[in-house]
Structures are given as structure tokens and as C-alpha cells.
């Protein structure tokens, strides 16, 4: 069946406010181009990039029935419109993703169909409780999280043996609970070939705060050039955008994702209570308190305080946990602040 173009009269106001915003994409008719499934590399709000088969990008447009946002490492189904141009018609379901809540008080998916969450630290920013913060949020997304300080070349010297010491206690407790956890350096190429292992063949965020060294290590897989077309790519249309998170391939196979400070994750809801549960060193003993609801504070019959007591719990690993749980209880909403 032929269809008949829609004239300028004929728009609703809503597609009047497409145009005035940059989705023009709508008023091709893609619907007449065939279905193709595709892999989205970057998401600039009104537009995202997405790969066909053969590795071509097209800006395309979201179908505004789609719910929530495609992502970065989102498989979809989209229609080209026009000379690198399309629009994603469907979101195909995924196997795992991480949020964040925006300003406007929605949710926001940061990446998507991740296996790894890498997390980044520099050896003066070595913090528990964040640490702590990213392994909940990967524990619940079903994500393997991997914790590596960077800059292990600014560690020598005599003067720093003790801080080195403490630091490599303070790995060696996540590793005692099953964690990877290890000293690298982008500079000096130290645990690279051990991370470049982990990252093989699967699709991997890398986060941390500014600074530690996420972009020199991206550096490590990816060539400048690679990433300064992906710089130039974020120029949306008239107007410049920043992709909250950018997929790039490995030569390993598999795909690496660098985020754009992500400050909150949003988890699905989780009771203050049960943050132990997500403490590998805490959950077994929190199981045997008396109360179920029980806040290893100062309760009759905790097992978890009994436990520090012992020293079977290093007990900064209780100042952490109660930090994430008050500040769970007060946004009250699943948000999961990284910093408080
Ligand atoms: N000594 C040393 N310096 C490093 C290492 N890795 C990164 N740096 C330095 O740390 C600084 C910050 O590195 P970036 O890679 O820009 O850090 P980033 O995490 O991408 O920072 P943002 O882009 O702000 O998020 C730069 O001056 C790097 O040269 C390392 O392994 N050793
Ligand atoms: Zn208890």
C-alpha cells in the first residue's frame, strides 16, 4: 500500500515539537524500511547511536512507545529513515542493566547487558564505603564486579611502604570474600594483562570518581583515535550533547562502556534491613541474629556485633554497612547514593 506523505497542516503538535526539537526522523517513513536488529553504542537523550550487522552507525530516533531509555549495550530492533539515519522501534529485553536517577526524578539506565562492572580507585581515594555502594549495586543487577586501584606505580619508594601495606590489607579483605580485587597501573602496565583477561569476550563498565585514571586506562584497548571519533560523534544536532555512557569494542572480543560520572545508582528497593544480606563477610552471621530485622546496631542478640567483637568482622566493614543503610532508610526510594 502506498502511503501519502503527511503535509505541514497535518501535524499534530506533537510532532511539531519533534521537529522543533530535532527528531525530524519521525516524518521519514520508516516503516517502509525493513527491521534490523542492532547494538547500541551511545544514547544522547532525543537520539542514539546504534550498529548494524555490518558495523555501520546511524543516528536514530526512540518510537515513543518504547518505555525507559536505550543505553549503551542495548540490543535493539530499529528501521533506517534516511541516510544514516533510523529509529529504534523496540528495546530487546535485557539480561542485565544499571540506573541511575536523573534531576527530573526518573530513571535512568547507564548501560546495559553488562557482565562486569569494573571499578576504578586511585591509591589516595581508596574508598570502603564506595567500594561497598558499587558491589551492592552490581550484586543486585547480577554483574561480577571487579575492584582495581590504579596508579600502583606512585606507590614505591620506602616512605610509602606503610600506606602500601594497609592498602593491600585493605584488597585483601574484599578478596577474602571471593571478590578480584587488585593494584594496576595504566602507566606502568602492571595487572594489565590479567585485567585484559577479565575483560575478554565480555561486555564491561568501567566507573569511578574523577581522576583515578578510567580514560588512561581505556587508552590501554582502545586508540585515541577510536575514542576522539567518539568524541566528535556526541555533537548532536546544532546543539552539543554528552552520552551519559559509550560502548567500545574490544580487540579481545567483547565490548568495554565508559561512563560519564555516574554520582547515584538506583537500585530496585531495597529494605534497609537487608543490606547485610549483600556483606559477604556479614551475611552469614546476620542470619543467626536474634531479630530478623535486626540493624547490627545495638540489639540484644547480634551476632553480627558479636562477630566484630571477635575480630571475624573487620569492623570498618560495619561502619560501612550502617552508612548504606541510613542512607538507604532516608531517600527511602532505592536510590543508592555513591557519595553521601
Ligand atoms: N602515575 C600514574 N598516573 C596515572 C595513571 N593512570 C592515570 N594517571 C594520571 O591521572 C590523571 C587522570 O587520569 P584520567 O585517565 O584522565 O582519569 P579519569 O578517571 O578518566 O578522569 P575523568 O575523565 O575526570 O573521569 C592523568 O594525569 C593521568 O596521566 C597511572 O597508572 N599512574
Ligand atoms: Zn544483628
Not at 547507564?110 to 567500594?131: E, K, Q, T
Not at 586506562?217 to 577510536?226: A, N, P
Not at 554520582?263 to 552469614?284: E, K, M, T, W
Request: charged share 25%; proline share 4%; hydrophobic share 35%.
Amino acid at each position: 500500500m502506498l502511503r501519502r506523505r503527511t503535509t505541514p497542516d497535518e501535524l499534530n503538535l506533537r510532532q511539531r515539537r519533534r521537529i522543533r526539537s530535532g527528531r525530524q526522523q519521525f516524518l521519514q517513513p520508516a516503516e517502509e524500511s525493513p527491521e534490523q536488529h542492532g547494538l547500541v553504542r551511545a544514547n544522547y537523550g532525543l537520539n542514539s547511536e546504534v550498529e548494524n550487522e555490518q558495523g555501520e552507525q546511524f543516528r536514530c530516533a526512540v518510537r515513543e512507545t518504547i518505555e525507559g531509555n536505550p543505553a549503551a549495550g542495548d540490543r535493539v530492533v530499529w528501521r533506517q529513515s534516511g541516510t544514516g539515519q533510523g529509529v529504534i522501534e523496540t528495546i530487546l529485553p535485557r539480561r542485565s542493566e544499571l540506573r541511575r536517577p536523573t534531576s527530573q526524578g526518573r530513571w535512568q539506565t547507564v548501560a546495559a547487558n553488562l557482565d562486569r562492572l569494573i571499578v576504578v580507585f586511585s591509591p589516595d581515594r581508596f574508598l570502603m564505603g564506595l567500594a561497598d555502594r558499587y558491589l551492592i549495586a552490581a550484586a543486585v543487577a547480577h554483574i561480577e564486579p571487579i575492584l582495581i586501584v590504579n596508579k600502583q606505580d606512585l606507590l614505591r619508594g620506602r616512605e610509602l611502604r606503610p600506606y602500601r601495606q594497609q592498602l593491600k590489607q585493605d584488597l585483601k579483605v574484599y578478596r577474602r570474600m571471593g571478590y578480584a580485587a587488585r593494584l594496576v597501573s595504566a602507566h606502568s602496565g602492571k595487572g594489565l594483562a590479567w585485567l585484559t583477561q577479565q575483560l575478554a569476550g565480555q561486555t564491561t563498565l568501567l566507573v569511578g570518581q574523577s581522576g583515578v585514571g578510567k580514560s588512561s586506562l581505556i587508552r590501554h584497548w582502545i586508540t585515541d583515535e577510536v575514542i576522539r571519533i567518539g568524541a566528535v560523534n556526541t555533537i548532536g544536532r546544532g546543539r552539543q550533547t554528552t552520552a551519559v555512557s559509550r560502548l567500545y569494542h574490544l580487540p579481545s572480543g567483547g565490548h568495554l562502556i565508559d561512563s560519564a560520572g555516574i554520582r547515584a545508582l538506583a537500585l530496585q528497593g531495597i529494605p534497609a534491613h537487608q543490606v547485610a544480606s549483600y556483606f559477604r563477610d556479614v551475611a552469614g552471621y546476620a542470619d543467626r541474629c536474634r531479630f530478623t530485622d535486626c540493624r547490627h546496631d545495638a540489639e540484644p542478640g547480634c551476632a553480627v556485633q558479636q562477630a566484630v567483637a571477635q575480630g571475624k568482622i573487620d569492623p570498618r566493614r560495619l561502619v560501612s554497612l550502617h552508612a548504606i543503610a541510613d542512607s538507604l532508610a532516608t531517600h527511602g526510594d532505592g536510590t543508592l547514593l555513591l557519595q553521601d
